[in-house]
């Protein structure tokens, strides 16, 4: 069983810059590294995809609204995933969910991913 659990979320003002982390047990990251993806939900709004990397990292993609403003990276060898997010506006406030999805492709479905965290805070001040 997976567990993944997210971290470095919390309160920031609008242009500010939060890291949020992803800890996957071995499993994700042994010598098949997983898809991973991070997906947020905002209060009142569906889940929405973020941001997906491949098992190898080297395939990154974004949704439209954070492409400019977001870095998703992983450390294999620390079993981590990564989701740097500079210029933060009101609107990314939502909780953060990373998931684990079977393959080493990304993914923008959630209906690919089979494990997901318990999800981390983030909430921009205007």
């Known amino acids: 069983h997976v567990q993944l659990v997210e971290s470095g979320g919390g309160l920031v003002q609008a242009g500010g810059s939060l890291r949020l982390s992803c800890a996957a047990s071995e499993r994700t990251f042994s010598s098949y590294a997983m898809g991973m993806g991070w997906f947020r939900q905002a209060p009142g709004k569906e889940r929405e995809f973020v941001s997906t990397i491949s098992g190898n990292g080297r395939i990154t993609y974004y949704t439209d609204s954070v492409k400019a403003r977001c870095t998703i990276s992983r450390d294999n060898a620390n079993n981590t995933v990564y989701l740097q997010m500079h210029s933060l506006k009101p609107e990314d406030t939502a909780v953060y969910y990373c998931?684990?999805?079977?393959?080493?492709?990304?993914?923008?479905?959630?209906?690919?991913?089979?494990?997901w965290g318990q999800g981390t805070q983030v909430t921009v001040s205007s």
């Open positions: 998931a684990d999805k079977a393959g080493s492709t990304w993914s923008t479905l959630q209906s690919s991913y089979n494990y």
